[in-house]
């Protein structure tokens, strides 16, 4: 996945024959650089993921806290998402497919072992691996969003990236008090 996010965003760079990737669109908003695509490239695959995980525990999980963090967290990703491909599609990049075995291999994401472990995980074991393992991904979430706002060119990138983590260190904080209750 990491090689062919690279020679996309080569090909772009290369095809525009500068740093930018799009145009403004006439919106006077700055064209967005490799930083931005990148962002979205790498946080769809992991957004997906965290889906995919949510929606066991909301299947699996007695607990309410974990029930409610996990439709939190499925709801807003999968607005992010479409926000994401939204503007992949306007610089002319295709959004990442949904290939599991090339997500479980980028860096930040879980292992095929991680997601295994959570979906044979049951009662408490699960409840405490689940958000253990959420609390991980998470992080990793809010390191690419920093990234991007530092790097970043596009206005409505660096926005959601901002966006990203705010919500996603909010969640973070309260997985860590339910930890410590």
Same mark, same amino acid.
């Given at each position: 996945m990491r090689a062919r996010l690279l020679i996309i965003v080569l090909g772009l760079l290369a095809l525009t024959a500068c740093s930018s990737v799009g145009g403004s669109g006439g919106s006077g908003e700055p064209a967005a650089n490799e930083a931005d695509a990148t962002f979205s490239?790498? =946080?769809?695959?992991?957004?997906?993921?965290?889906i995919e995980i949510a929606k066991v525990a909301m299947e699996k999980s007695k607990d309410d806290f974990v029930v409610n963090v996990a439709d939190k967290i499925a709801t807003a990703e999968a607005?992010?998402?479409?926000?994401?491909?939204?503007?992949?599609?306007?610089?002319?990049?295709q959004v990442p497919?949904?290939?599991?075995?090339?997500?479980?291999?980028?860096?930040? =994401?879980?292992? $095929?072992?991680? $997601?295994?472990?959570?979906?044979?995980?049951?009662?408490? #074991?699960? &409840? &405490?691996?689940? /958000?253990?393992?959420?609390s991980r991904h998470l992080?990793?979430? $809010?390191?690419?969003?920093?990234?991007?706002?530092? @790097?970043?060119?596009?206005?409505?990138? @660096?926005?959601?990236?901002?966006?990203?983590?705010?919500? #996603?260190?909010? $969640? /973070?904080?309260?997985?860590?008090? *339910?930890? *410590?209750?």
């Open positions: 490239l790498r =946080m769809i695959p992991h957004h997906r993921q965290t607005g992010e998402i479409e926000q994401m491909a939204t503007y992949l599609r306007s610089w002319n990049i497919g949904d290939d599991a075995n090339a997500t479980h291999k980028m860096a930040g =994401m879980m292992t $095929v072992k991680d $997601v295994e472990a959570l979906k044979s995980a049951t009662g408490k #074991q699960y &409840d &405490d691996l689940f /958000l253990a393992t959420l992080r990793s979430g $809010v390191d690419m969003a920093k990234d991007a706002q530092a @790097k970043g060119e596009h206005i409505g990138s @660096k926005a959601l990236a901002g966006k990203i983590i705010v919500s #996603q260190t909010e $969640v /973070l904080d309260q997985i860590s008090a *339910k930890q *410590k209750s």
